[in-house]
């Protein structure tokens, strides 16, 4: 990805400099300050997409923790409430 952005701006530099009669070393310069930039803010890019996966990827963990632990008490409380039901049923016949 990083080099396909690169070798584009290089390229279209290129064609937009190709139509000048000569081209200067500081047109080159600018040019190549222009794709280090572009690879250092892909470079970044890359970064903070690793940091949101694995931020991602803990978020996921914790909502699989917390969904384990709904079923468990939505369990529970079933339970809780047959127990209950039987213990009403069982008083209402005496």
């Known amino acids: 990805m990083q080099k396909k952005f690169i ?12 139509g000048c009669a000569t081209v ?5 310069a600018e040019v190549r300050s222009l794709a ?7 470079s970044e890019a890359k970064t903070m997409a ?13 909502a699989a923790a917390a969904k384990a632990a709904a079923d468990a008490a939505n369990r529970k409380s079933e339970e ?10 069982k008083s209402m016949y005496k």
Request: charged residues 30%; aromatic residues 2%; hydrophobic residues 50%.
């Open 36 to 42: 280090e930039k572009a690879a250092a803010d892909a």
């Open 7 to 18: 070798t584009s701006v290089l390229i279209v530099s290129a064609l937009m400099l190709g």
């Open 50 to 62: 690793a940091d949101a996966q694995s931020t991602a990827a803990a978020a996921k963990t914790e």
């Open 80 to 89: 809780t409430e047959a127990k209950i039901d039987r213990m009403f049923k």
């Open 24 to 28: 200067s070393k500081e047109d080159l």
